[in-house]
């Protein structure tokens, strides 16, 4: 296949961003609450003082966050349990701002300073207030930079803020500082807020000479995001045989998140044990916050119930939007796009893909393919490295890639992300993409620092004339908010639970009422002989795709230039 369709005149065009709207709900918590946000808010808009955010950090936070001036409806709903100290469960479509909220509210818990002992209540000297378990480091870096804005907003111009690290630190595997340097600051000056990736961060605790067990315990909230990724479950739909064979794995290598909450848990557990019923559990135990726009029901029972780490009785669960948690079947600004690529390189919309109507498309630009590849000037790398990867294989099919960077020459104005399935070499892919004139970088925020702020915080505008695509997989971009991001592109039907993994890649566009397309690229099916000789269809990709979008429930819509 070769690129020869961008010689054709093609049109981008861009919707311009959406006026966030929001109706807002509010229903009062009490213990065992479940609660549900649709109902329509009457009356003033909440404020986040009024959820009980601390008045100069909501004050710093819309200094910082102009975008962000009144808690959606959920948060409204959210931030009092986490601030509460009761156990919550958090489930919400994806960009719906719940990691956003949550640590929010985490940053205007106080630091504790007693704790309940056999003697009493004792003063004690502060240790970490909350942990914040992420699944991958870029997610740990997108967090910290979040508390960087709003500390930095804090003060009056030209006073200097205090320092970042007395408040929120990073602790991720191959990062700057050395996990054994991490253990000794934390001793001497731990942060409030204290975020980090399951391994790391048992690897930080796994050393109690340097950090005493016992001090775990002074930790008052642990929050885990993306929890139905970190936290292993039994599927109820699956037979008895695979559930018992997953239980015996699960058991015999419970995941670092689970040894990590294990690990600091174990006094709550055993203290809870102790007592007949959660009436008389003690009041002073480690808060756990868990979120996710796809919480299984079998997740909520191995955390509840197997595990005994959360008590049901004791336990706030606040779910957005109903039984949908899916935030893209709700945006209808995100269109869904399914490219085909034929054996011998033609590509085409799915079959029955729907033109896309004009009516979001507003500010249109056109820019006309040769501008588009005229404005490249890509780095291929240096020679050792390009020998490095003309050796190595690609593992993927090279006109689906070829199909992405058509279709990302034709209609991204600045930023995309390609998702590509767990295996896949991702250095490699970048610079099989610079070799098609891409702009590709590996999304790597911690390696790549020097793009890391303007890519966070959305101000990375010079892209516009050489638009970036930005290659990961799934695992590493779980949770990921890039505000300039207009495009995702998957390569293939995501693995495992298709529509849950779907729902999460596809999240990172279409983000609080912004427009944005999703575009996976598939084969098209393949013949195979059998053993007799005749042919069958094997691997029915467009079909399968289909079926999976019909279960999150949306129609695919043309990509134009494409047949
Ligand atoms: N109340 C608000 N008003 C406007 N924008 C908001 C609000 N709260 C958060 N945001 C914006 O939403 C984005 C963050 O969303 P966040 O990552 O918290 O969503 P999420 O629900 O955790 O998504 P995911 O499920 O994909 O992890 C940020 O860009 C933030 O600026």
Redesign the pocket.
């Known amino acids: 296949m070769t690129l020869t369709l961008l010689s054709r005149t093609p049109r981008l065009l861009w919707p311009r961003r959406l006026p966030?709207q929001q109706s807002f709900g509010t229903r009062f918590l009490s213990s065992n609450a479940s609660i549900h946000s649709s109902a329509p808010y009457v009356g003033p808009k909440p404020t986040f003082e009024s959820a009980g955010i601390r008045a100069p950090i909501a004050s710093a936070l819309r200094a910082a966050?102009p975008?962000?001036q009144?808690?959606?409806q959920t948060?409204g709903q959210f931030i009092p349990a986490v601030l509460s100290g009761k156990d919550v469960l958090l489930k919400?479509g994806?960009?719906?701002?719940?990691?956003?909220?949550v640590i929010l509210a985490l940053l205007s818990k106080a630091r504790k300073a007693t704790i309940l002992t056999n003697k009493g209540i004792q003063p004690v000297k502060p240790f970490i207030t909350s942990l914040v378990i992420v699944p991958h480091r870029d997610l740990a870096y997108q967090f910290h930079h979040w508390v960087e804005r709003i500390v930095e907003a804090s003060v009056p111009k030209g006073e200097t803020p205090p320092p970042l690290a007395s408040i929120s630190s990073v602790v991720v595997r191959g990062g700057d500082t050395p996990i054994a340097k991490h253990r000794r600051d934390i001793m001497t000056s731990p942060p409030h807020i204290l975020i980090g990736t399951p391994q790391a961060l048992l690897e930080l605790f796994d050393d109690d000479e340097v950090i005493p067990r016992s001090k775990l315990s002074r930790i008052s909230t642990i929050y885990v995001d993306?929890v139905d990724y970190l936290v292993d479950a039994v599927p109820n739909h699956s037979t008895a045989r695979t559930q018992e064979r997953i239980k015996r794995r699960m058991d015999k290598h419970p995941g670092p998140t689970s040894q990590l909450l294990d690990l600091i848990l174990s006094e709550r557990k055993s203290r809870w044990n102790e007592r007949a019923s959660s009436e008389d559990a003690p009041a002073d135990t480690i808060q756990l916050v868990m979120s996710s726009?796809t919480l299984r029901s079998h997740l909520q029972s191995r955390l509840c119930g197997g595990q005994g780490w959360i008590k049901r009785d004791s336990l706030v669960r606040v779910t957005g939007d109903g039984q949908s948690s899916s935030g893209v079947s709700n945006t209808k600004d995100v269109f869904h796009c399914v490219l085909v690529v034929s054996k011998d390189g033609q590509i085409r919309n799915i079959e029955g893909a729907t033109a896309a109507t004009s009516n979001t498309i507003q500010d249109a630009r056109e820019v006309t393919a040769d501008e588009v590849f005229s404005s490249r000037d890509i780095d291929l790398g240096s020679e050792p490295l390009e020998e490095k990867y003309a050796k190595t294989e690609l593992k993927i099919n090279r006109d689906a890639l070829e199909t992405v960077a058509a279709a990302f020459a034709l209609d991204v104005p600045s930023v995309a992300l390609l998702s590509l399935p767990a295996s896949a070499p991702v250095q490699r892919v970048v610079h099989a993409l610079r070799e098609l004139g891409v702009n590709a970088h590996s999304l790597d925020l911690l390696v790549a620092d020097k793009g890391r702020t303007q890519l966070l915080s959305g101000t990375a505008a010079a892209t516009e004339d050489n638009p970036l695509l930005l290659v990961s997989t799934l695992a590493s971009t779980r949770?990921l908010?890039l505000?300039d991001l207009t495009h995702v592109f998957m390569l293939g039907l995501p693995q495992g639970r298709r529509a849950d993994a779907y729902l999460h890649v596809a999240?990172r566009v279409g983000?609080?009422g912004k427009a944005g397309k999703v575009v996976t690229v598939v084969e098209e099916r393949e013949e195979e002989r059998r053993a007799d000789g005749t042919l069958a269809w094997a691997r029915d990709e467009p079909k399968r795709m289909l079926m999976m979008l019909r279960e999150v429930g949306v129609a695919p819509t043309q990509l134009e230039h494409f047949d």
């Open positions: 966030y966050f975008n962000v009144h808690p959606t948060q919400d994806t960009g719906t701002g719940k990691s956003f909220g993306e726009a949770g908010d505000p999240g983000r609080f």
